[in-house]
């Protein structure tokens, strides 16, 4: 029950939609010496 629940919160809910401290990382630059292509990037907006 909890995880429909949880479930249903996640795919109604948009990055741009979550507060301001869990959307502004640099999704670009995973380290110093790494970055994220941008299928990567993408795939962490996707809910």
Not at 33 to 41: A, E, F, M, V
Request: no cysteine.
């Amino acid at each position: 029950m909890a995880r429909m629940f949880l479930q249903n919160i996640i795919e109604n809910l948009g990055f741009e939609d979550l507060p301001y401290n869990w959307n502004s990382f640099d999704l670009e630059s995973f380290s110093k010496s790494k970055k994220l292509w941008d299928y990567q990037r993408d795939a962490l907006k996707m809910p």
